[in-house]
């Protein structure tokens, strides 16, 4: 059978296939522990799902505005303001499904075909299958272990070219955990700066984070860096809420009314009531938060301690 040449080369998600096949064994009963999908083995915390259900209860269960309800907006522009000192006005913000579906939208909106996008290796498997099915080509800088599997600005500049049109920087990154620090995010946002490409942020895992390390948004690091910057989050991994499918984008006003437009005739609105559940999430307590941290910060520790055992027994 004829496929579109924009399907037939893309590789179906590991993650999602690894992720399955794990969910399938522990359901026959084996000892599994899955290192597939970013997912926390946390439930939903009760105060965000009472809001959907209050939601569905009080029929708020129609079509919303394409790009978000307008109360999610603004908590998502308050959000970005109180955790990350940027300042994105809810004009500026289009509510997807999931960050994965605005990162699919970004680079629908920003790519053409010969278009190049930097992507620091190793990386969540789904960027470069995105860029190519926006017609770009993936370009990829291998890290070293040295280095934090970090991107440092020699290897960055090393791989622009009059074709690059953004970066994909994952900080805190999945999978390595490494997460960059301000001199780090200063050099990357020069070369962003000097050469005109955009900086697509992907910043899902920001509330993740441990020892000394602080998360800090490239778009808060000034105005010329703010204006190619499009930050990406949502509220997957925070608020154990994967299946919600509620994630973000802010960037640039013209950029973010294309992916709007692109969105509106796609999949229009994410789920209304996903949107209500998000917008609880973003507002109500955090201590949810806090708590799987401490819990994560545990088993990161015994993980560390037993890898660093099993290398002295070499
Ligand atoms: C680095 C990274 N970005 C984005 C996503 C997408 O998250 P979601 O679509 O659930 O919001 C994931 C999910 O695993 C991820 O690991």
Not at 47 to 72: N, V
């Amino acid at each position: 059978m004829r496929l579109a040449k924009r399907v037939s080369g893309i590789a179906p998600s590991a993650t999602l296939e690894i992720t399955a096949r794990a969910k399938k064994m522990a359901k026959e009963g084996r000892d599994i522990v899955n290192f597939g999908a970013g997912e926390p083995d946390f439930d939903t915390p009760d105060h965000i799902k009472d809001e959907a259900i209050k939601a569905i209860k009080e029929g708020f269960t129609k079509y919303t505005p394409s790009s978000g309800i307008p109360e999610l907006k603004s908590a998502i522009a308050q959000k970005f303001k109180r955790d990350n000192g940027v300042d994105y006005s809810p004009s500026q913000i289009v509510v997807s499904n999931g960050a994965k579906h605005a990162l699919y939208n970004i680079l629908q909106t920003i790519c053409e075909s010969g278009d190049e996008v930097i992507i620091p290796s190793p990386y969540w498997l789904s960027y470069p299958e995105m860029v190519r099915m926006a017609g770009a080509k993936a370009i990829f800088i291998k890290t070293k272990i040295g280095n934090n599997f970090k991107a440092d600005e020699k290897e960055l500049a090393s791989k622009i070219t009059g074709r690059t049109r953004a970066l994909i920087l994952n900080s805190p990154s999945n999978p390595t955990g490494s997460v960059y620090n301000m001199d780090e995010l200063k050099a990357i946002a020069r070369l962003g700066v000097k050469y005109k490409f955009f900086v697509i942020s992907d910043e899902i895992y920001e509330k993740l984070i441990y020892d000394e390390n602080k998360h800090i948004s490239i778009a808060s690091l000034g105005k010329d860096i703010y204006d190619l910057t499009i930050t990406v989050n949502g509220v997957s991994k925070s608020y154990s809420m994967t299946g919600w499918r509620i994630g973000y984008a802010a960037g640039p006003k013209e950029v973010m009314d294309a992916v709007a437009n692109l969105q509106s005739h796609s999949t229009s609105n994410p789920s209304s009531i996903g949107q209500k559940a998000a917008l609880a999430a973003l507002t109500g307590d955090h201590a949810c938060v806090e708590k799987m941290k401490a819990e994560f910060e545990k088993r990161r520790a015994f993980m560390n301690m037993r890898l660093r055992m099993k290398r002295a027994w070499r």
